[in-house]
């Protein structure tokens, strides 16, 4: 299998022109254009991610064919907190199943915008592609699912760690912020520019149509779908055809943050870099032997990373297909096999700790019994008028719910609903759900079992 390609371009260039870092101090109002553009004090540059088939598919993407899908609704978002505004290039406009790859597009935006209800206003911006050729024109390796392009800023060590330490907001930034390094390991730290500003800093986005990045760039980053992989945009995607929506989802979290200094020109480590260890209290950055991500100091092991170099070195370790955990960010993709990112899985408490905040958690149900069981989530209101309850039943469109809660503050608070009326031997599904000024937020599916 082809070597996984990675790059960094640090240049800055508008309009042809290479922009020093003595501009980038303030505002500059470019001529011809009405609004003043916000410049960034720190160096911009762009990063490249592909997420790759797994080398048994022994895919022949020349002779690949999508499956024509029926649109399925998407749900409403939320006007605050996390907001990701997609742009559709007219390679998925023009394209006869565009309805259907649109609606599979807004249903990961979704996702996350559901996951996650940060404080502040969290607008990233990025452009979808569906194409056999990456944003410069040159065409896809094989293997190649999808790339995506994004914005990275190199921020100096201290001022992107006294940032992230100071937006600690959930349980897991609390545990996480305990493990980090109290002298710097890279003289900067490179954020993507959505993370940037996930943290507070002015990281804005600067990526153009065409992959460059420079003064006024309108996207945090740019993916792009291979059109001659087998894709299939509704599920469950049958054995025959990748998950469109799992792979949109992996190239969303490079977009938003994740993804590690290994592979990659320099020394300057990457936000998830921070949570990268071989065992108990003993960091590791090498490309061979075991790493994985933790945030208690490597106490925990939440998910091996990848140490496959045809694979990015930030994704997580892969099986052979098909994989007992294909999780979103695994490095190789399998045939038929989906998943999304969650509040508990390892993407989801990872781009918590890098910067995001989730809305709320579900927790391990407690006293189940015959017919009966003790519900437990949590949730921040972040201040805002929020009321909480719980849905349950046996399989994942639930059918009952507990009654509402009211919740307030800007802290997380432990919430808990007691069930009856199960039956016995069956295995239940919940999760919390809030309603946060008026937006719904989801919280992960857990299950119990009664005796």
Known sequence: MRRRRSSIRPAIVFGGVAIGLAALGGEINLSGENATLNVSPFLPGAAMHETRADSQAALQFSNANEIPSQI???PSAPATGLMIHATFDSSITANPNAAAIEAMINRAIAIYEALFADSLPIPIQIRFRYATTDVHGTPLPPGVLAQSNSVIYTVPW????NALRNDHHTTNDTTANASLPVSALSTNLVPRSADGRAVGLNTPPAMFANGTVGVGGPYDGIITLNSAAPFQFTRPANGTHFDALRTTEHEMDEVMGLGSRLGHVGNNLRPQDLF?????????LSPSGTRYFSINAGVTNIVNFNQNPN????????????QA????????SCLGQSSDVAATSPEGINLDVVGYDLAMFTTPA???LNFSAVLHGSVNPHGLPTTVHFQYGTTISYGHNTPSQSKAGTTYQNVSA???GLSSSTTYHFRIVAIISGHTFYGSDRTFTTP
Request: with cysteine; charged share 10%; glycine share 4%.
């Open 366 to 368: 407690t006293n189940v």
């Open 325 to 332: 955990r294909p999780f979103v960010q695994n490095a190789f």
């Open 418 to 420: 007691n069930i009856s």
């Open 158 to 161: 201290n001022a992107y760690i």
């Open 276 to 284: 990268s260890w071989s065992s108990a209290n003993h960091r590791s």
């Open 311 to 322: 694979g990015d070195f930030g994704d997580w370790l892969s099986t052979a297909c098909p």
């Open 72 to 74: 399925e609704a998407v």
